[in-house]
């Protein structure tokens, strides 16, 4: 069987719908998100459930043969996996964000930024003409900006609808976000043809790029 790594979250819906649209049904009665892992002897395929951070490492080390993840992850740690496509649904964006657009300093300026992405915010600081202290956190990103801990955020933005209701603006789109397929080379090398066979049709349902 081909192991499958699921993302826990905002993705799994969208790895489902997608693979369905493909004529490649992987839910099976009882899969959810508080599953572990789930046999679908029909498609041999095993699933796996598994957070989002944790998945790239399930997958380099050969745990997973392959599996869907967010791109933010991917950009935000190690992992030397083959990146084979990148699902159409469940896109997103990774944004600065601010009480307001004046929260961004003049150049040569210096603020705070919270995020709980350090390196994708270190590579974005670094590319503008103001400086930032990076604050690193694990959740409720929005808070530090309302709060005052940081005046700014870098954070995932999808309606835009949480950042209206705090009275918060999304001041730039750093980045655009996907789940993405993703692949342990050395289970490449010996699923290849199911693989392939995957790729295309998700491909030919133009649910993937």
């Not at 490492?57 to 392959?66: E, F, T």
């Not at 950009?75 to 083959?82: I, T, Y």
């Not at 300026?109 to 503008?128: D, E, H, I, M």
Request: glycine content about 10%.
């Amino acid at each position: 069987m081909i192991r499958l790594a699921l993302p826990k979250g905002r993705n799994l819906d969208a790895a489902l719908a997608a693979f369905g649209a493909a004529g490649i049904p992987l839910a099976v009665p009882g899969l959810s998100s508080r599953s572990l892992l789930t046999r679908n002897p029909a498609l041999g395929v095993e699933l796996l459930s598994l957070k989002d951070w944790d998945l790239p490492l399930y997958v380099s080390r050969g745990i997973a043969d392959c599996g869907i993840v967010g791109s933010d992850v991917l950009e935000e740690v190690d992992g030397d996996l083959l990146v084979l496509l990148r699902l159409r649904e469940g896109g997103c964006r990774l944004s600065l964000i601010g009480r307001s657009p004046e929260a961004v300093p003049a150049p040569g300026g210096q603020a705070r930024l919270a995020t709980k992405y350090p390196n994708l915010a270190r590579r974005f600081v670094a590319a503008q003409p103001w400086g930032a202290e990076i604050v690193e956190l694990s959740g409720s990103i929005e808070l530090a900006p309302l709060l005052g801990l940081a005046e700014l955020a870098l954070d995932i933005v999808q309606t835009g609808r949480t950042l209206a209701e705090n009275g918060l603006v999304e001041i730039a789109t750093v980045e655009e976000i996907a789940p993405c397929f993703v692949v342990n080379r050395a289970s490449y090398q010996r699923y290849r043809g199911r693989l392939n066979d995957w790729i295309s049709r998700l491909e030919a349902a133009k649910v993937a790029a």
